[in-house]
């Protein structure tokens, strides 16, 4: 924060106040670190322009293949047994549960292979991880080894060459990072949309195996993306001494941060209620409107809004100051909410419709300024980490949300309940990170006026020297 200091340009004294003394020899490694990150350069275009396409890739393929699990998992039960047969479509279900779980849950150590092996390193890796996943669940012939090579090699591939994208594209934009965040995120809705018709179409002509296998080649080019992350900004220096210490290993840095603390509670906070209508929405719909109920349009609502939702929100998050851009997240939170409290009141089609697209929109604007945001609270230098172990939180209130819900339904025989007490948590996460501007502002004061205060003291110490008045008969000489 020296640069808000006020400094006149005579002031010497004030201008070494700025660095104080030992910084140099105690933490050589960080100062050199942040001055080379504050005289860098983004491009803000140019090669980005190609890591941004490769990453928009990386969440469409990634995501699609998530989001249209409900295609697979009808020809999982179709190969493994009957699609009429509940303890098999409960087991099988847990193959994509565990599967998007696991893609969330690893995001703290594939922080850490980030900050390590570096954004291309990880994020090729990781897709051929991904890769090899694919392939063995094309050859699997009964559900359990599925969990394995699905569930877990499958995702935790995805997992790593995920996170990757979203911390690459930092090195090559700044200004139009919202926006570059937007078109970016924007890839899973547009993937989730799409994806679903070609399974549906290669699943009928090739069968489950031969589309797994097919689906691999979605995971080949996305190897091939990450070999386009190019990374720009400098590296945190390490020691190379034995074994590195934990400090170096797992950052330390953006746990000081109150205001990322704050952020890292709200967010998950607010996700024990989100997700319960992207789960449970369909069969709601089967219930009160009946099976002929066009139900698969609202799906599609909110991945059109969505998609539209990260572009607008991305774009405008450009245009806010600093961790202003909380208060995006915030008002999505809110309109989440209470459109989640609002399911249960609509009793015309055409109402869910319009609660839909206002609920994509607002899903799309919480997830394009994830990453500006955690740019702005930790910095460039530990963004990885904080993106990690946000995700990583995430996994949790992911994974017990919706369950809650489906037991709410089947001890009180309808989803009402369960849509009203999920519009609460995303309320309450809101709240929360309403704290976050207010935190941060007051921090960058205190910083402020401490650093004044040093200027202050040294200048205080300097003037008897430089004042002095000379004594009768010395000479000024």
Same mark, same amino acid.
């Given at each position: 924060?020296?640069?808000?200091?006020?400094?006149?340009?005579?002031?010497?004294?004030?201008?070494?106040?700025?660095?104080?003394?030992?910084?140099?020899?105690?933490?050589?490694?960080?100062?050199?670190?942040?001055?080379?990150?504050?005289?860098?350069?983004?491009?803000?275009?140019?090669?980005?322009?190609?890591?941004?396409?490769?990453?928009?890739?990386?969440?469409?393929?990634?995501?699609?293949?998530?989001?249209?699990?409900?295609?697979?998992?009808?020809?999982?039960?179709?190969?493994?047994?009957?699609?009429?047969?509940?303890?098999?479509?409960?087991?099988?279900?847990?193959?994509?549960?565990?599967?998007?779980?696991?893609?969330?849950?690893?995001?703290?150590?594939?922080?850490?292979?980030?900050?390590?092996?570096?954004?291309?390193?990880?994020?090729?890796?990781?897709?051929?991880?991904?890769?090899?996943?694919?392939?063995a669940s094309s050859f699997v012939?009964?559900?359990?080894?599925?969990?394995?090579?699905?569930?877990?090699?499958?995702?935790?591939?995805?997992?790593?060459?995920?996170?990757?994208?979203?911390?690459?594209?930092?090195?090559?934009?700044?200004?139009?990072?919202?926006?570059?965040?937007?078109?970016?995120?924007?890839?899973?809705?547009?993937?989730?949309?799409?994806?679903?018709?070609?399974?549906?179409?290669?699943?009928?002509?090739?069968?489950?195996?031969?589309?797994?296998?097919?689906?691999?080649?979605?995971?080949?080019?996305?190897?091939?993306?990450?070999?386009?992350?190019?990374?720009?900004?400098?590296?945190?220096?390490?020691?190379?001494?034995?074994?590195?210490?934990?400090?170096?290993?797992?950052?330390?840095?953006?746990?000081?941060?109150?205001?990322?603390?704050?952020?890292?509670?709200?967010?998950?906070?607010?996700?024990?209620?989100?997700?319960?209508?992207?789960?449970?929405?369909?069969?709601?719909?089967?219930?009160?409107?009946?099976?002929?109920?066009?139900?698969?349009?609202?799906?599609?609502?909110?991945?059109?809004?969505?998609?539209?939702?990260?572009?607008?929100?991305?774009?405008?998050?450009?245009?806010?100051?600093?961790?202003?851009?909380?208060?995006?997240?915030?008002?999505?939170?809110?309109? !989440? @909410? #209470?459109?989640?409290?609002?399911?249960?009141?609509?009793?015309?089609? =055409?109402?869910? *419709? +319009?609660?839909? /697209?206002?609920?994509?929109?607002?899903?799309?604007?919480?997830?394009?300024?994830?990453?500006?945001?955690?740019?702005?609270?930790?910095?460039?230098?530990?963004?990885?980490?904080? !993106? @990690? #172990?946000?995700?990583?939180?995430?996994?949790?209130?992911?994974?017990? =949300?919706?369950? *809650? +819900?489906?037991? /709410?339904?089947?001890?009180?025989?309808?989803?009402?309940?369960?849509?009203?007490?999920?519009?609460?948590?995303?309320?309450?996460?809101?709240?929360?990170?309403?704290?976050?501007p207010w935190v941060e502002a007051?921090?960058?004061?205190?910083?402020?006026?401490?650093?004044?205060?040093?200027?202050?003291?040294? /200048?205080?110490?300097?003037?008897?020297?430089?004042?002095?008045?000379?004594?009768?008969?010395?000479?000024?000489?």
């Amino acid at each position: 924060m020296a640069q808000e200091t006020m400094v006149t340009d005579g002031d010497e004294a004030a201008k070494v106040a700025q660095v104080p003394t030992g910084v140099e020899k105690k933490e050589n490694g960080d100062s050199q670190m942040g001055s080379a990150e504050s005289t860098f350069e983004h491009p803000e275009g140019g090669w980005g322009w190609v890591v941004m396409l490769a990453s928009m890739w990386c969440n469409g393929s990634v995501f699609g293949i998530q989001n249209a699990f409900g295609i697979l998992f009808l020809s999982l039960l179709r190969e493994f047994g009957s699609e009429h047969d509940d303890d098999l479509r409960f087991r099988t279900a847990w193959v994509g549960s565990l599967s998007m779980g696991m893609i969330f849950f690893c995001s703290p150590i594939v922080s850490v292979f980030t900050d390590i092996l570096g954004c291309r390193v990880t994020a090729v890796g990781g897709a051929a991880v991904g890769l090899v996943g694919l392939i063995a669940s094309s050859f699997v012939t009964s559900l359990g080894p599925m969990y394995f090579t699905y569930g877990i090699v499958f995702s935790c591939g995805c997992s790593f060459a995920y996170q990757p994208s979203l911390v690459i594209l930092g090195h090559y934009f700044k200004k139009r990072l919202g926006l570059v965040n937007g078109i970016v995120t924007a890839g899973s809705s547009l993937f989730t949309v799409t994806l679903p018709f070609l399974l549906s179409s290669l699943l009928d002509r090739l069968g489950l195996q031969n589309t797994m296998r097919v689906l691999c080649i979605f995971m080949f080019v996305l190897m091939l993306a990450g070999f386009t992350y190019k990374p720009l900004l400098p590296r945190k220096p390490r020691s190379t001494r034995g074994c590195p210490p934990i400090t170096q290993i797992f950052s330390v840095t953006i746990w000081k941060s109150v205001g990322y603390r704050i952020w890292a509670f709200g967010i998950p906070a607010a996700l024990y209620g989100y997700f319960v209508p992207y789960v449970h929405l369909m069969k709601h719909v089967q219930e009160r409107f009946g099976e002929d109920s066009n139900k698969e349009i609202l799906l599609m609502c909110i991945g059109i809004t969505s998609s539209i939702g990260r572009l607008i929100f991305g774009r405008v998050a450009d245009y806010i100051h600093g961790v202003n851009k909380v208060y995006l997240q915030v008002t999505s939170f809110f309109v !989440i @909410g #209470f459109m989640s409290m609002m399911i249960p009141l609509c009793n015309l089609f =055409g109402g869910l *419709i +319009a609660v839909c /697209l206002l609920m994509g929109i607002f899903d799309g604007c919480f997830i394009c300024i994830m990453a500006p945001i955690a740019y702005e609270l930790v910095g460039a230098e530990d963004v990885s980490q904080a !993106i @990690g #172990f946000l995700l990583g939180l995430m996994s949790v209130p992911m994974t017990v =949300g919706p369950p *809650i +819900a489906g037991f /709410l339904r089947d001890r009180l025989g309808n989803y009402d309940l369960a849509f009203y007490l999920a519009g609460i948590p995303p309320l309450i996460g809101g709240a929360i990170l309403c704290l976050i501007p207010w935190v941060e502002a007051r921090s960058k004061k205190a910083k402020a006026e401490a650093l004044m205060d040093v200027n202050q003291k040294m /200048l205080e110490h300097d003037k008897p020297q430089e004042d002095a008045p000379f004594k009768a008969g010395e000479s000024i000489l």
